[in-house]
């Protein structure tokens, strides 16, 4: 038999190894894992993890679903049976977003913690309140479930927003169907438009066949106008419900706030943050978003284009926006940044896409504010 010295173990062994890494390489890991689930996990390990928790840099959140101001179910209170309605982005105008139970398997911290440092989420809580204990928060990520404007099965459409206090650049990237074959589409369904736009016609002539008479007789630029409406808004109210994040948060140099689809993208860098924290948002009166200004808007457009890997991209259409105020007298400068803006909005063949479009002759759209 064995001495009973021998039986125990070594208590040198005991010791936590992860107290021998210093904070900031803790940090640095934490940095890593981003997801806000995970860092909730990883703040009930230990009572030091609880402490570096709030300390991290770059968050990532998920949204899990998108419910109306009163709690209930958008698509069971107003009967939408699919979960992309054609004019889902009206009816995301009365919602808020919320993540659900993020961290719902903490149920305990470490003896002697004084409490936890996520709450306990029995219903739903906002982005907002879920970040209130992270104090050096710079880097935000955060994800919806879904994009905001329903399209028809094999449309594409994909927008990317930059806001300050307002809009500053805005680029919409669309098109009538995405596969292999070269024939066009037969004429979309007369959509009525916002009042609000006033096209400059005499902008608008054909250019050696690269813009067909059928683009105007079969409802094709009216398609477009709702397409840029439709991301406007969209773009808009994203922006409208960041503003209480933004003022919790004066740390905060990059935000980014994303959809499941890829289908929208809005951005704000430090400048962007530092204007909206330092000047009131203009607030659209008839709804819960950012008012959208008086913007030149420069469409491009192509019956049909041949992408990298056998995709073909019929009724290509760009649209870059900028607010008119800031479209004249601006420089050379501006025109750099907005064609770098452009040309950076998106990645793989969609980047193709709009590099083919760039070269396109492009027709000038005035827009009042909305």
């Not at 209130?132 to 399209?151: A, C, M, Q, W, Y």
């Not at 079969?218 to 709702?226: A, F, H, I, M, Y």
Request: charged share 20%.
């Amino acid at each position: 038999m064995h001495p009973k010295t021998r039986i125990h173990a070594d208590p040198s062994l005991e010791l936590d190894q992860f107290d021998r890494l210093p904070d900031s390489l803790l940090l640095l890991i934490l940095n890593k894992v981003a997801d806000i689930r995970s860092l909730g996990r990883c703040g009930a390990v230990s009572k030091r993890f609880n402490s570096l928790v709030p300390l991290v840099h770059d968050i990532y959140i998920k949204i899990d679903r998108v419910v109306t101001v009163d709690g209930s179910d958008p698509d069971e209170t107003l009967n939408i049976p699919s979960p992309k309605p054609r004019n889902m982005f009206t009816n995301f105008l009365k919602m808020v977003l919320y993540v659900i139970k993020p961290f719902h398997h903490i149920r305990s911290n470490t003896s002697g913690s004084r409490g936890h440092l996520f709450p306990q989420l029995s219903s739903q809580h906002s982005p907002a309140q879920v970040l209130k204990n992270f104090t050096h928060v710079r880097n935000l990520h955060i994800e919806l479930p879904s994009g905001d404007v329903g399209t028809e099965d094999g449309v594409l459409l994909k927008w990317r927003a930059e806001f300050g206090c307002t809009l500053q650049n805005c680029v919409i990237l669309g098109g009538t169907c995405v596969d292999k074959k070269t024939s066009i589409l037969s004429s979309q369904e007369n959509l009525n438009v916002n009042s609000n736009l006033n096209l400059n016609m005499n902008s608008m002539q054909e250019d050696n066949g690269t813009m067909p008479e059928s683009f105007y007789t079969n409802g094709g630029l009216k398609l477009r106008v709702v397409w840029t409406i439709s991301s406007l808004i969209a773009a808009s109210t994203r922006h409208y419900l960041l503003r209480q994040i933004i003022k919790d948060h004066p740390t905060l140099v990059s935000l980014v706030l994303t959809d499941a689809d890829a289908q929208g993208t809005l951005i704000m860098g430090s400048k962007q943050l530092k204007e909206v924290r330092e000047n009131q948002l203009a607030c659209s009166a008839s709804s819960n978003r950012t008012q959208v200004p008086a913007c030149n808007m420069k469409l491009r457009y192509a019956p049909y284009l041949e992408l990298p890997g056998g995709v073909g991209l019929q009724g290509a259409t760009l649209v870059a926006i900028r607010p008119s105020c800031e479209g004249s007298g601006s420089g050379n400068g501006s025109k750099k940044e907005t064609d770098s803006f452009i040309l950076g909005a998106f990645d793989g063949v969609f980047k193709t896409a709009v590099k083919a479009l760039m070269k396109r002759r492009s027709y000038l759209l005035e827009m009042n504010g909305f």
